[in-house]
DNA sequence: TTTCCAATTGGAAACGTTTTATATCGCATG
DNA sequence: CATGCGATATAAAACGTTTCCAATTGGAAA
């Protein structure tokens, strides 16, 4: 734990140039003779001199860093579009500061404001909803915040999503297209617009093309969790009415749905017919496999990140609210056609 | 997106007083008259100061960041670890630079650099091995570096483990205690050393104290996945004398080899007993769910952070090699006894 | 009153870069 | 041989804090 203070004046001293000169060869400025650069970087290698970014970062105003704000980078969602985020953000050579709001206003405040005095160059920013406090804030920023898997909900955002409506859409269709006129929908909180509009919105639509009604008890909401998945479909299968075909609004949820109906005795696909919502590993990690939504969130990442680079760099940018495509993985939880 | 820019000289004019005392205001420093006192704080308040922390880190040489090097976030492994860091990191007013290293020794070498170049005020790192020249470069660190979920193979760097030795002793010992004669084990590489070192030594010491012979061909490596795990039942399934007892090294592997022997037609636990490692939330997803050796991750993690917290500090420091206790979590993937 | 000491406050020098404006060098051109 | 210009290099001023040290203030004690 030697104490590494070389300063660009020492390689400067050394190599017998002025600090601007080492300042240029270290950020690879061409008007440098390259004898001179030569020289230079001799005495940088002697020296073992490591260029100092928060001194950097105070005389050009930026620090190659990027923030992240994510509810819970624990949960395997999370988890891969923050990769999405780390590798973009590699490859453009910024950092990450990562922090978790549990999705809860006062959190999701207090580190956006660390985070700026921290001086990030932008934000990339998670999270189930926009608490209006939140949009203040967002607009005070004197950085650029772009939002990944989460819904601008009509603020002037930038956004990375999928169609969440035309998902739900897709999936209950698939599964009324089965034969089903009763189709769960077991999700997360209604108050995430994500839940609440879109899927739900789906949800509905896909039943009314269809001719069919919708039961406001077909509906049940958890937290997202496999406890909370396994808990709603065991409650709905004490029900005579109890549909035969669920919907849920998180893979793991699904995991849950899949094991209340085999742990009462039933079986999937046979019986009880069940699509999930992510397409995260789990969805192969059950038997029987999951069909899912595919929502891409490694891409989700990455393409918020880029879109940040973008913005940063002040590119050209033909959309600032991007929805990526998204499809229907066909596994074993539904039956063949 | 207004340019925030006012400083604390700023602060330091409308308030009346001279910068330094506009410091100790925002340090909290109590050597302030409470009248000076709030005269700044009103000041800042009306003008929205946000100190700099860059300027701040160059100044004293501190930036209340610390640099978290993991192979792969998105492996729900270290995210969990990675949770229960940044919650003692924020505990202590810290923030987390999280960098993926996919276990490539040059990434790992390069996002040490990288994050001691952004003057971190240490280091939590993660990875299967410690490669020599990595350990070249922590010597050489100005900051400390403390391993988590990481042996420190001999070298004299503060780290937080279990007992992976009588870990996977316990865990072979159990189903031997179930009247197997062979115990399959099946884990991620042996040049890794928890792998090839510990969980092995665990796993034929039990075997011994048992009076059983180790058997090659009972051992199988692979990657950690689920698919791999997956591939290694299978392939021990085509044996005649395929043991009748799986220890896993993973719970991921866990659910693969579970599955393996269910899509083969058999049944868990009447046919095969299965033990996994780890005891990540996958464990309670399966049926039957999975006993498994309980490690505790977020635990881990946060031990970690405190105890770099400490080494900041020059606290006092009873044990800098940390082994947190472990126990198995008995499920259903195990008989009754 | 004076005197003194503790409590406050202020001034200014770091901290290690980038960056701008200025100087110098080398050499082709007239 | 002087001129001019592009290519390089230098000097010094930011950048926004913290922190050391000196200065001032305000009372209590003398």
Redesign the pocket.
Known sequence: MNSN????????REA?????????V??G?????????K?VQDAIDRLG??????????????TTTVGVIVPDISNIFFADLARGIEDVATMYKYNIILGNSDSSRDKEIHLLNTLLGKQVDGIIFMGGRLHEDLVEEFKKSPVPIVLAATLNQGYDLPAVNIDYEQAAYDATHMLISHGHERVGFITGPLEQQINGEKKFAGYRRALEDAGLPFHENDMILGNYTYASGLEAMQKMLQRDDCPKAIFAGTDEMALGVIHAIQDAGYSVPNDFEVVGHDNTRLATMIRPKLTTVVQPMYDIGAVAMRLLTKILNAEEIEEKNVVLPHRIERRDSLRQD
């Open positions: 203070n070389v300063t660009i004046y020492d390689v400067a017998g140039v002025s600090m601007a000169t080492v300042s240029r270290v950020n400025n061409p008007n440098v003779k390259p004898t001179t650069r020289k001199y490591r260029p100092n970014a928060v001194a950097r970062g105070l005389a050009s105003k930026k």
